[in-house]
């Protein structure tokens, strides 16, 4: 089955601590993309991805980075520079930068 | 840039009871649109899109959304609503022929009420 994967579903951090969460596609997607969504703020871009290699930042880069060196995978990693990491993070991908996005389902971080 | 606007954040429906959810963008230019539904906890799921064609689309499970172009709007619909439509519901627009983002709404929470 083509799908997104991302792992793990819940995770806690101490804060102060860096974190990475693992976004892997197999539907040979060029474009991917990270998300956060709090309570009643709907999504909001991190980071985004148009092909091997290259990314751009989003509206809240502040305290995040990812890397893209193969197609399938764009981790987003959680610095400690972030104010506020505690929120649910989406990752998506599309064929095209402008074309449906097919979603994973989800990564919850809490930082304690 | 486009905004896009939901302007309910909450809709509360009795069950077997008509719901429109209300989009609109701000930009005139060719778009794509997109309705996506979250149910708790999970990822967004497509819904139903516009890409060109018919202005009137239609998802599996009852939903449809009108594309209006003069509006600028990209209402979603359904004639009778069940408990499992309960959810968060997203608009979500791209432009067709420049720009490299993908606009979302802030969502619209759907209650259906037993």
């Given at each position: ?112 | ?5 939901q302007l309910d954040s909450q809709v509360p429906v009795f069950e077997e009871a008509p719901v429109e959810l209300r989009c609109n ?10 309705w996506y539904v979250q149910y ?7 819904l139903l ?7 009137l689309v239609e998802s599996i499970n009852g939903f449809e959304a009108e594309?209006n172009?003069?509006?600028?709007s990209f209402h979603l619909r359904k004639p009778s609503v069940h408990i499992s439509d309960t959810a968060e519901y997203f608009c ?13 709404g802030?969502g619209t929470s759907l209650t259906v009420i037993p």
């Amino acid at each position: 089955d083509g799908g997104i994967t991302q792992s793990p579903k819940y995770l806690f951090r101490k804060e102060g601590q860096n974190v990475t969460l693992s976004c892997e596609q197999n539907l040979n997607h060029d474009a991917m993309y990270w998300y956060r969504q709090d309570p009643g703020q709907g999504l909001r871009l991190i980071y985004y991805s148009q092909i091997v290699n290259d990314f751009q930042k989003g509206d809240i880069a502040e305290g995040y980075s990812v890397s893209r060196e193969k197609k399938e995978s764009f981790p987003l990693t959680v610095t400690s520079a972030q104010k506020n990491p505690t929120a649910f993070y989406l990752c998506a991908s599309s064929i095209e930068i402008r074309g449906e996005q097919f979603f994973g389902p989800g990564t919850r971080l809490t930082v304690l | 840039a486009q905004s896009v606007t939901q302007l309910d954040s909450q809709v509360p429906v009795f069950e077997e009871a008509p719901v429109e959810l209300r989009c609109n963008y701000s930009s005139s230019v060719s778009v794509y649109l997109f309705w996506y539904v979250q149910y708790p906890n999970q990822g967004l799921q497509l819904l139903l899109k516009y890409l060109s064609g018919s202005t009137l689309v239609e998802s599996i499970n009852g939903f449809e959304a009108e594309f209006n172009k003069s509006q600028t709007s990209f209402h979603l619909r359904k004639p009778s609503v069940h408990i499992s439509d309960t959810a968060e519901y997203f608009c979500a627009v791209s432009e067709r022929n420049t720009g490299n983002q993908f606009y979302f709404g802030t969502g619209t929470s759907l209650t259906v009420i037993p």
